[in-house]
């Protein structure tokens, strides 16, 4: 399966500020995602980004928070805009490789205060 | 709704002894089942699937899943516990959409703690 590394694993924001979370795949791969995992909580989608193509955000999850760069089929950004404590949470990149298979990457813990 | 359910937030059992995590599913049409397990500070990783085939299916680390149709399961099972199988578990199932898109979504997960 394709090696997903996730930077920063970890980082500590005051609010206001934007974190910006880079996922590099060591393979070419079509359709990469971004989770969100709250503390406690199961993980939730926040977009589809396809390379060439505008994110695809799902419902509660709008651009201008979550703003998401595709340039290449190996890489892709999330940027977490004028954080509050409510965004504390887990990030996880994923793709998907073989047929309906999804693998993620470590995640970046990120902490609000 | 189409969802999964994982009606145990803890599971605690024996080394050595059979482990069972429990999920359920509602879907329309055929279920693209999966397995994923987290351990602490890692993130996912992907255990096994049920797309089609047969209803047993094995996969990583020792685990093997049975879709039961009739009861609309898809528990996750080990023959032999060992401590090191101690994390969080998540059944997913992938959800197609009518805009040809699809996407995973996960259960509330079920801790496994394995007692020495």
């Known amino acids: ?113 | 709704a189409q969802s999964v359910a994982q009606p145990e937030d803890q599971v605690n059992v024996a080394e050595g002894n059979p482990l069972t995590v429990k999920c359920t599913y509602s879907v329309s049409g055929n279920p693209y089942l999966f397995w994923y397990v987290q351990y602490p500070n890692r993130g996912l990783q992907f255990l096994l699937k049920y797309i089609t085939g047969d209803n047993l299916v094995k996969g990583s680390y020792g685990f093997e899943a049975e879709f039961n149709k009739s009861q609309t399961s898809f528990h996750l099972k080990k023959p032999s516990a060992l401590v090191s199988d101690s994390a969080l578990y998540f059944c997913a199932v992938r959800l197609f959409h009518q805009t040809g898109a699809n996407n995973l979504f996960f259960g509330t997960g079920t801790r496994l703690t394995v007692i020495p």
Do not use: H
């Open chain 1, 1 to 113: 399966s394709a090696v997903i590394s996730q930077k920063p694993s970890r980082d500590i924001c005051q609010r206001g500020t934007s974190l910006t979370i880079q996922c590099q795949v060591d393979s070419q791969v079509t359709m990469m995602f971004w989770y969100r995992q709250q503390p406690g909580q199961s993980l939730t989608l926040i977009a589809t980004a396809n390379q060439g193509s505008e994110a695809t955000y799902e419902s509660g999850f709008v651009i201008d928070k979550f703003p998401i760069s595709r340039p290449n089929l190996t890489f892709s950004t999330l940027t977490v805009s004028n954080m509050s404590p409510e965004d504390s949470s887990i990030y996880l990149c994923s793709v998907q490789e073989k047929p309906y298979e999804q693998y993620f990457g470590p995640g970046t813990r990120l902490t609000v205060t």
